[in-house]
């Protein structure tokens, strides 16, 4: 750390802010996890083992651990000491398929591997076809004996066998050095490896810190598994303050209601169709959540009538909806709710994403990248210091979606969004992907505003469309899927005066809950998969 002009303590390292708080609240619980509860020292100086104990390995030239662990006191350690080694951490899911496991270690060139109990189980599908040496850190084991014996060619050592706390010197962290490597899907099937530096996390995790003023009294929900970049948010915000981490069960997750209570929690932070499945299974009665003070969104359009049942069930907390994906670090948008401004500023039902955060820079652009008038609208594409390093060892996929556009000097990254630009005062609305734009029997259609149409018709919040099925031009028509029950004829009746023919869904097919993704997002591709199987 070192002091800037003003006299303000700096950071240049995401790790320093965690040990800055266990300095000075030694005995406040910093995480629940399990059923357990670790202070600041425990957690730091279970951390701090692990990382003293990586220094004494070669990463082999890859300054990289992977930490194989599913919401345990391990994955919290394994990311901390990584980190505290002076290592980028690299998250791996055990919910994931093993071959997709198996190509991010291997991309991700890692020769440190920390692992839990649970994930013990799958250690043959990343070690069996590995290069000789890996060094695996099972923190869960009190004997590796077995594990040597089925794996010679590398290295095990149990917690036992770690180095002293008091072995830890601080590591010396280039600003441009990658705090996690975090691989998202891939148009090809491969993973991306999407390469966070230091200061990029640093840049937003100290402006959450100025904006919300979180306490060392809060109590921060975990729903994030931390393969989804938002539990950097939960976790070093959190920290940062001295703050209490509180990570849910698998089995508690389906009950977040129950979890907020039981745990009094004060910020709270979800994607929108967690809002949505509380409110139709009608977890979100006024007044049910009065401990919350604020209550975060992110990584999905938010429907304004989830947001109306969350402020009544949680009447103290401010709600923001935040926007950003993972190139440009957890969130670089964010739109606070107002009762009475807000219905207003919505549109086709869902909250705006709002104004940049200091430092990051807005370009709405055309299908040729030049900037389109106020009010229009077009791609988003931002730059500054929360915009990462690019790809893993891809410069293709780097230069394809870091571009300079034209008439410009600065880099931006190309999001894929597309927005309607600010004018007149009015907030930066998101409109959907520039993929959910399809055509239809040659005209273009707007996914969004259909399933805006099935939400007012139902009431549901949970609502999909899709074009399907496929053809050389684009689609033959639309299909949707709602989470909930009702007739679909009815509402296709509803949906027709309001919507042309070829935009009118086809079929509305009725799901009990629609499935989710690995981050609980909508997940199309399974939707899509669905109908291809004749659902």
């Known amino acids: 750390m070192q002091l800037s002009e003003v006299g303000r303590v700096t950071k240049e390292a995401l790790w320093e802010g965690f040990a800055a708080s266990a300095a000075r609240f030694p005995d406040r619980p910093a995480l629940a996890v399990q059923g357990e509860t670790l202070s600041y020292r425990e957690l730091e100086t279970r951390a701090k083992a692990v990382a003293a104990t990586l220094a004494e390995f070669d990463p082999g030239g890859v300054e990289l651990t992977a930490v194989f662990a599913y919401r345990s006191r391990t994955a919290f350690v394994g990311v901390l000491g990584a980190l505290l080694a002076g290592h980028g951490y690299v998250p791996l899911n055990p919910s994931f398929p093993i071959e997709r496991t198996r190509a991010m270690f291997r991309r991700s060139g890692c020769r440190t591997l920390i692992v839990d109990a649970a994930c013990q189980a799958q250690l043959s599908g990343l070690l069996d076809e590995a290069e000789p040496g890996v060094v695996v850190m099972a923190l869960d084991a009190d004997d590796v004996a077995e594990l040597r014996t089925?794996?010679?060619?590398?290295?095990?050592?149990?917690?036992?066998?770690?180095?002293?706390?008091?072995?830890?010197?601080?590591?010396?962290?280039?600003?441009?050095?990658?705090?996690?490597?975090?691989?998202?899907?891939?148009?090809?099937?491969?993973?991306?490896?999407?390469?966070?530096?230091?200061?990029?996390?640093?840049?937003?995790?100290?402006?959450?810190?100025?904006?919300?003023?979180?306490?060392?009294?809060?109590?921060?929900?975990?729903?994030?598994?931390?393969?989804?970049?938002?539990?950097?948010?939960?976790?070093?915000?959190?920290?940062?303050?001295?703050?209490?981490?509180?990570?849910?069960?698998?089995?508690?997750?389906?009950?977040?209601?129950?979890?907020?209570?039981?745990?009094?929690?004060?910020?709270?932070?979800?994607?929108?169709?967690?809002?949505?499945?509380?409110?139709?299974?009608?977890?979100?009665?006024?007044?049910?959540?009065?401990?919350?003070?604020?209550?975060?969104?992110?990584?999905?359009?938010?429907?304004?009538?989830?947001?109306?049942?969350?402020?009544?069930?949680?009447?103290?907390?401010?709600?923001?909806?935040?926007?950003?994906?993972?190139?440009?670090?957890?969130?670089?948008?964010?739109?606070?709710?107002?009762?009475?401004?807000?219905?207003?500023?919505?549109?086709?039902?869902?909250?705006?994403?709002?104004?940049?955060?200091?430092?990051?820079?807005?370009?709405?652009?055309?299908?040729?990248?030049?900037?389109?008038?106020?009010?229009?609208?077009?791609?988003?594409?931002?730059?500054?210091?929360?915009?990462?390093?690019?790809?893993?060892?891809?410069?293709?996929?780097?230069?394809?979606?870091?571009?300079?556009?034209?008439?410009?000097?600065?880099?931006?990254?190309r999001t894929g969004d597309r927005v309607r630009r600010t004018a007149g005062g009015r907030p930066m609305t998101h409109l959907g992907r520039v993929d959910f734009q399809v055509k239809v029997m040659g005209y273009r259609v707007e996914l969004g505003e259909i399933e805006q149409a099935i939400r007012d018709a139902t009431g549901l919040d949970g609502a999909v469309a899709l074009g399907w099925p496929a053809t050389p031009s684009g689609y033959g028509g639309v299909e949707a899927f709602v989470e909930g029950g009702g007739e679909g004829g009815v509402i296709r009746d509803v949906v027709s005066k309001r919507l042309p023919d070829y935009m009118t869904p086809r079929r509305i097919h009725f799901l009990d809950r629609i499935p989710r993704n690995a981050n609980d997002k909508f997940d199309r591709g399974a939707l899509t998969k669905m109908l291809e199987e004749g659902l």
């Open 150 to 413: 089925r794996w010679p060619a590398h290295v095990f050592l149990s917690a036992a066998e770690l180095k002293s706390a008091e072995a830890w010197r601080a590591p010396v962290t280039d600003p441009n050095a990658i705090a996690y490597l975090l691989f998202t899907s891939g148009s090809t099937g491969i993973p991306k490896g999407v390469m966070v530096a230091h200061r990029n996390v640093v840049a937003f995790i100290d402006y959450m810190v100025d904006l919300y003023d979180p306490r060392e009294t809060d109590r921060f929900s975990q729903m994030f598994d931390m393969t989804f970049d938002l539990s950097v948010f939960d976790m070093f915000v959190c920290w940062e303050r001295g703050a209490m981490l509180c990570c849910p069960s698998q089995k508690t997750l389906i009950k977040p209601g129950q979890f907020i209570r039981e745990m009094e929690l004060t910020i709270w932070f979800s994607v929108p169709s967690t809002a949505i499945f509380m409110k139709q299974l009608g977890m979100l009665k006024p007044d049910r959540y009065p401990s919350l003070r604020l209550c975060l969104f992110c990584g999905e359009p938010l429907p304004a009538a989830s947001v109306v049942a969350w402020s009544e069930a949680a009447p103290n907390g401010v709600i923001e909806n935040l926007y950003g994906p993972t190139e440009l670090t957890i969130a670089c948008t964010r739109y606070r709710w107002d009762r009475e401004r807000s219905p207003a500023d919505c549109e086709m039902g869902i909250v705006p994403i709002g104004d940049p955060y200091p430092g990051m820079q807005v370009l709405v652009v055309d299908e040729a990248l030049n900037e389109v008038q106020p009010g229009e609208t077009g791609e988003l594409l931002m730059a500054g210091p929360q915009m990462s390093l690019g790809y893993w060892n891809d410069p293709d996929k780097t230069a394809a979606a870091f571009v300079t556009p034209p008439g410009r000097d600065q880099v931006f990254y």
